[in-house]
């Protein structure tokens, strides 16, 4: 499943590869489950609009869309008028490619671009969302939560403080922060030398504050890494790709600890793994 760090290499990817250009035509498929809003609806949205950029918000890959494609000069818009909105749930994936590449099987959206080529929603388990939001009816997509690359330490600190939950659980709640996944909220508890089970009311303004800064360290380092992979994952068939940051805790049950040598334990909180180091983490 993508977390937020490979959402956010697929999203510079792909503003790179058709910022600037207008979805020409859009082809939907008959499978309902994907489409969170209706496919006359998606079609509409879409066709004639500029993508004025793609940016990620929390895990959701955000289309920003412009006007429709010769704008009437009077009537100049500012800003997008409409957004795309994609999630790409377990199995899914955006490609960008050339018409003549083969149709996968799973293909659920295909948008012809201004450039010639085409922009596919590929997603064979279905887990995936696709939607359009209109600026004027909502005021664009709202995922809520915080954005955890952005959120300061005192919002941090304020979201956590005080919760009854396990921290692990709190971290991973979206209204809170958005976008933070397993895996990336073992290894920052790791980092921060907080179990997972911890409930947060226990965890002092100290800790709090080096929690806040090992989940932007990992996201980052993660961020840094899948960078130099955007072309795989975009063009090509997107299985390969990533590399993955170094795992210190995330699946490594019963391997010694990097620091100091203890086996790693796992436990089931809230119907997730969670990884930890019985010495390191308090
Ligand atoms: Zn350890």
């Known amino acids: 499943m993508p977390e937020l760090p490979e959402v956010e290499t697929i999203v510079r990817g792909l503003d790179r590869r058709v910022a600037g250009d207008t979805v020409e035509s859009v082809w939907i498929g008959s499978r309902k489950q994907p489409l969170k809003s209706p496919a006359s609806v998606i079609a509409a949205t879409l066709e004639g609009k500029r993508i004025l950029r793609v940016r990620r918000a929390g895990k959701h890959i955000v289309f920003d869309l412009e006007g429709r494609a010769k704008p009437k000069k009077s009537r100049r818009t500012e800003g997008p008028t409409a957004q795309w909105i994609v999630h790409l749930g377990m199995t899914g994936r955006m490609v960008v490619c050339e018409p003549a590449a083969e149709v996968e099987k799973h293909t659920h959206l295909i948008a012809k671009i201004g450039s010639g080529r085409e922009l596919r929603f590929i997603d064979p388990r279905m887990f995936g969302k696709l939607s359009v939001h209109l600026r004027s009816e909502s005021g664009g997509f709202d995922p809520g939560g915080v954005e955890p690359l952005e959120v300061t330490e005192e919002q941090f600190v304020k979201l956590f403080r005080g919760r009854k939950t396990p921290i692990k659980s709190a971290l991973l709640n979206q209204k809170l922060l958005r976008g933070v996944g397993n895996i990336y909220a073992d290894e920052s508890l790791f ?21 806040h800064r090992a989940v932007q360290e990992v996201l980052r380092e993660a961020i840094a890494l899948g960078g130099s992979s955007i072309s795989d994952y ?31 334990r796992r436990l089931v909180l809230a119907g997730r793994s969670s990884h930890y180091c019985p010495k390191c983490q308090k």
């Open 191 to 211: 980092r921060a030398g907080i179990r997972p089970r911890r409930r947060a009311v226990t965890i002092t303004r100290e800790q709090l504050g080096k929690l």
């Open 234 to 264: 975009v063009d090509a068939d997107g299985e390969e790709g990533f590399f993955q940051l170094q795992h210190r805790v995330y699946g490594r049950e019963g391997e010694p600890c990097l620091v100091c040598g203890r086996p790693i």
